[in-house]
């Protein structure tokens, strides 16, 4: 008789995880994860008992012979069985906690059906499957099963719940299987009767119910990943003594903000001026609440460190593992992680045998593509418990279901930190709201920092979060620098004139920022300026950054300009020229800047790449009249180069205009902030945010219908955040032979992403779908160094870079 398995073979020849093996390792990590989370406020006393018998009992369903030989564990030749073995594991739940509350049962119950699919809302719901059936039905579809396998079971899960102190009922009784299918359609009816229907009042019962299921799945996808979680944290309590030691040791000392951080406790908002060390004080701040809610048994609290652009993100964690000396521990949450691990991975020297990786040749890249699958995938299994990502990801928990809700879980009595929280849209300003909200109610701490942070926003989030914040800012009497000098022209930034005033600046020896509103106006400023760069300053003295490259040719361009444009680095002459990817966190510090007028917020994030460490007397900073055109989709609406929305980037300009030729610094241009928010427009402003953080509210947390089918909003969640990938038609040869020379498939496709190039989601119209490679392919004009030009479809130009950032 074959001992019962839970998975097929992993490899071939071997056998699968055996079912009880695969049940206390699922068990293991519940323990795992109740200790990183420890109390959430406003679950009942019991949750992590109920979540830990629901791990215990999630997978008994897999006894019958049906699925023993769908995963290769018979004689007879694998097939599909059909059934849901998380059903038949209801029979389990009702035997073996019959003592317990119905109300408890019941609970127990609907998290272990609901661990793969939705009781309703779709084709493949649970009950869509059972609706009709009866307990004879039952037994018919989850029979036969050796009854010696039964017992042995039944045996097993008794001795192990007492041993982890779990309260099943005392005795032992013998079951047979018709007993067990008997039980799993009584509970089943339950489990439905209840929670077939939205609940009229959800209270905290949803919520309790969607974070029980996430602590359930999250154990489920750990054990199935044979992936320990990290009980070592990187910001650690020493934090503060050897920042201070190290600040010590040139001279320096902590500013005034970052020792009001560090013992501030609660929600925080943190508005000082660039380069006064808001990182550190944040870092400082996020030390104290972690420190605070493990006292109050608040588990190992995660760490999310969360900004508005994807391009951010990698050089947030490559500083944050400089000032923590955590190379390799914290976690990269975005839907580019495993490129990112791959370029890691190619970095780290590639030694053979990595403790992490045994046996891995990691001088080989498919090795070293297993390496970084490895790490991304170990981030999705909520390993680190530091992670730099976007709100993207994390709002997306808010799909809940099986799939969705342990992000949800995960980030109770969380510490989180959003950078820059004005870089976004009303729409999306809204929800991260309402997350926010989601995130003080089930115990977390929030800060939010800003160079400047205009009243109105820190009103918003002060509101959202019941009016429990500190505002932090530097001393009245430690005036921010002066950094810039304000310029305005009348000229577009890619009039003559403008072309031969930066051509001057070249030609003085100065290294030039210019920003772009929109990608065809910055390749068009870059063609006609970078032939007289090169000439002057040599090969790689111009460079351009936007975001439609293909990620290899980014990554490219990243390491080039940093290396020539890097903050602290020695100044040397040159030219770059982007778009909105370089305005947020990359850390480069040029001499002059010209942009296309735009909203103040961005504009701001734009001079703060020039004399970024106040080094020099106040740099030129150069704002050129935007065209205002209509955009797709908008009607008669006008958008500042077709992007930035007219109103607020006229507004803008009206007060630039009171104040060409004078010095500025973050505390005017907060001031200017104000003066905005508070016109018409940003009453209408306002107005919207709070409309949409009440949708988002009403829709995704409520929790009244926890085991509901959300996957029709995954696709409006990922055309929200992240828009759509293609390859171009001439590299698919290429793509294909990375995907099918890899080791394996997931390997191959780590290789292969780095020929897809991001394009915004409506741009889908103009791919076309291969079925064999899974993958939007475009015919476009294309160059490593230019970027995406444009899009052909049947012979005909569909698409230009020019509407998108």
């Not at 059906?113 to 004879?136: E, I, N, V």
């Not at 039952?138 to 042995?152: K, S, V």
């Not at 299918?181 to 959800?202: G, I, P």
């Not at 908002?269 to 493990?294: D, F, I, M």
């Amino acid at each position: 008789m074959q001992p019962l398995r839970a998975k097929s073979p992993a490899q071939p020849g071997q056998p699968g995880e055996l079912l009880t093996s695969h049940l206390l390792r699922t068990l293991s990590a519940l323990h795992q994860i109740r200790t990183r989370i420890g109390t959430v406020p406003d679950t009942p006393e019991d949750f992590w008992t109920c979540a830990a018998l629901a791990a215990l009992l999630h997978d008994t369903g897999k006894i019958p012979y049906g699925f023993q030989r769908m995963v290769g564990n018979t004689p007879d030749k694998p097939q599909n069985w059909g059934q849901r073995h998380e059903v038949l594991s209801l029979g389990f739940v009702e035997h073996l906690l019959h003592h317990l509350p119905a109300a408890t049962r019941t609970w127990i119950a609907a998290v272990v059906a609901g661990h793969h699919r939705p009781f309703t809302g779709s084709t493949r719901s649970l009950l869509a499957q059972h609706d009709a059936d009866t307990a004879a039905d039952f037994l018919t579809r989850y029979t036969p099963a050796d009854e010696h396998h039964l017992a042995d079971l039944l045996r097993w899960l008794h001795t192990t719940a007492r041993q982890h102190h779990l309260p099943v009922r005392a005795d032992l009784t013998t079951l047979r299987m018709p007993d067990i299918t008997d039980s799993a359609f009584t509970a089943f009816t339950r489990v439905m009767d209840q929670w077939e229907d939205a609940l009229l009042d959800d209270g905290p019962h949803g919520r309790a119910t969607t974070l029980l299921l996430g602590a359930v799945t999250m154990a489920d996808h750990l054990s199935s990943a044979h992936s320990p979680l990290d009980t070592a944290h990187p910001l650690t309590p020493a934090y503060p003594h050897a920042l201070a030691n190290r600040l010590a040791a040139t001279g320096h000392q902590l500013r005034p903000q970052q020792q009001e951080a560090a013992r501030t406790s609660g929600h925080m908002l943190l508005r000082s001026w660039t380069g006064s060390g808001k990182t550190e004080a944040v870092l400082l701040w996020a030390v104290r609440q972690t420190t605070e809610l493990a006292a109050h048994g608040r588990g190992n609290p995660r760490v999310f460190y969360l900004l508005p652009y994807l391009a951010s993100i990698n050089a947030m964690t490559r500083r944050l593992e400089t000032e923590l000396e955590a190379r390799g521990r914290i976690g990269v949450a975005h839907s580019k992680a495993a490129s990112y691990h791959l370029a890691r991975s190619l970095e780290d020297g590639c030694p053979t045998n990595d403790q992490d990786e045994p046996g891995l040749d990691l001088s080989q890249p498919t090795d070293a593509a297993a390496k970084a699958h490895s790490r991304a995938q170990a981030t999705k299994n909520f390993r680190e418990l530091l992670r730099i990502g976007t709100p993207y990801q994390l709002l997306r928990g808010f799909l809940a279901g099986p799939v969705h809700a342990g992000i949800l879980t995960d980030s109770a009595n969380s510490v989180f930190v959003l950078d820059e929280l004005h870089a976004y849209d009303t729409r999306r300003l809204g929800m991260i709201l309402a997350t926010m909200r989601f995130w003080h109610d089930t115990g977390g701490r929030i800060a939010v920092m800003s160079a400047t942070l205009p009243q109105v926003l820190a009103d918003l989030v002060h509101d959202t979060l019941d009016g429990h914040t500190t505002l932090i800012e530097p001393p009245t009497d430690a005036p921010a620098p002066v950094r810039h000098r304000l310029h305005l022209r009348e000229a577009h930034l890619t009039d003559d004139a403008t072309v031969d005033e930066i051509r001057s600046e070249l030609t003085a020896g100065h290294s030039v920022l210019a920003v772009a509103n929109n990608i065809r106006d910055a390749i068009a400023l870059f063609e006609e300026l970078q032939p007289h760069c090169t000439a002057l300053h040599g090969e790689g003295s111009a460079l351009l950054l936007h975001s439609r490259y293909r990620r290899m040719d980014r990554d490219t361009i990243e390491a080039a300009l940093t290396a020539r444009f890097g903050a602290g680095r020695p100044r040397r002459p040159g030219l770059l020229v982007g778009t909105q990817a370089l305005e947020v966190s990359l850390d480069l510090d040029l001499d002059i800047c010209h942009t296309s007028a735009a909203n103040l917020e961005a504009l701001f994030q734009r001079f703060g790449r020039v004399n970024r460490l106040a080094t020099k007397a106040p740099s030129p900073v150069i704002v050129h009249q935007a065209a205002y055109t209509t955009r797709r989709g908008t009607g008669d609406k006008l958008w500042a180069d077709g992007v930035y929305d007219a109103e607020p980037t006229q507004l803008a300009w009206n007060i630039l205009t009171r104040h060409n030729g004078q010095p500025i610094d973050e505390q005017t241009v907060t001031h200017w902030l104000n003066e905005i928010y508070q016109s018409p427009w940003g009453t209408r402003w306002r107005t919207e945010v709070e409309d949409h953080r009440t949708r988002f509210t009403n829709a995704f947390l409520t929790f009244n219908a926890p085991f509901a089918d959300r996957s029709r909003l995954a696709e409006e969640f990922d055309t929200q955040f992240e828009g759509t990938e293609a390859i171009r038609l001439t590299d698919v040869p290429r793509y294909e032979t990375a995907l099918t020379t890899a080791n394996n498939r997931k390997e191959g496709r780590l290789h292969a992403d780095q020929y897809l190039i991001p394009l915004p989601h409506w741009a889908t119209h103009s791919t076309r779908y291969n079925k064999r490679l899974r993958i939007h392919t475009i015919d476009a004009e294309y160059d490593p160094q230019l970027g995406l030009r444009s899009i052909h479809h049947d012979h005909h130009q569909t698409y230009q870079p020019g509407e998108v950032i």
